[in-house]
């Protein structure tokens, strides 16, 4: 559906509408992945975390070098942590080297939560399928450039 039926609006122009259009579907598609996270008691901020972590493992991530791979920058990571360590997820622990920070790994339990994880989200990747391979490309050059413009 268009962008102009789904919020019965009109534009400025093109580009108006390009910004707009924009926000509404990372929004559409920030819900969609809240509610398969929901269904495994984790924030897209908690998923966020995990798989960072997982891209380290076996080692371990210190909260400033999560912090910088972090999507959403202005995330409290030391409170997520928190969250996923009591969930069990994550294990923190003091570094070795410098005892004011803090060393943390993804658990067992947190990588088996991922793949289950990224068995939903293939489901929803499936949606873009019906965009062509250099679409998809032309889409993340587009993407970079506004990013690269902010």
């Known amino acids: 559906m268009k962008i102009e039926d789904e919020i019965q609006s009109s534009f400025r122009n093109e580009k ?3 910004i707009v259009n924009l926000q509404f579907t990372q929004l559409a598609v920030t ?3 809240g509610e398969m996270f ?3 008691d984790i924030s897209l901020q908690q998923y966020n975390v995990l798989r960072i972590l997982r891209g380290q493992h076996p080692n371990s991530a210190s909260i400033g070098l999560i912090k910088e791979r972090m999507l959403d ?7 997520i942590i928190d969250r996923l360590k009591r969930k069990k997820l994550v294990v923190r622990k ?3 080297f410098d005892r004011r920070q803090k060393d943390v790994t993804i658990s067992n339990f947190g990588l088996s939560l991922l793949e289950i994880s990224d068995n939903d989200l293939a489901v ?3 949606v873009i399928d019906s965009i062509s391979d250099a679409d998809a490309i032309k889409l993340n050059s587009i993407l970079d450039e506004i990013r690269k413009n902010l």
Request: aromatic fraction near 0%.
């Open 16 to 18: 108006h509408k390009a």
């Open 31 to 33: 819900n969609k992945l």
């Open 94 to 96: 003091e570094c070795k």
């Open 73 to 79: 920058k202005n995330s409290d990571v030391s409170r």
């Open 38 to 40: 929901k269904k495994h």
């Open 124 to 126: 929803l990747e499936k």
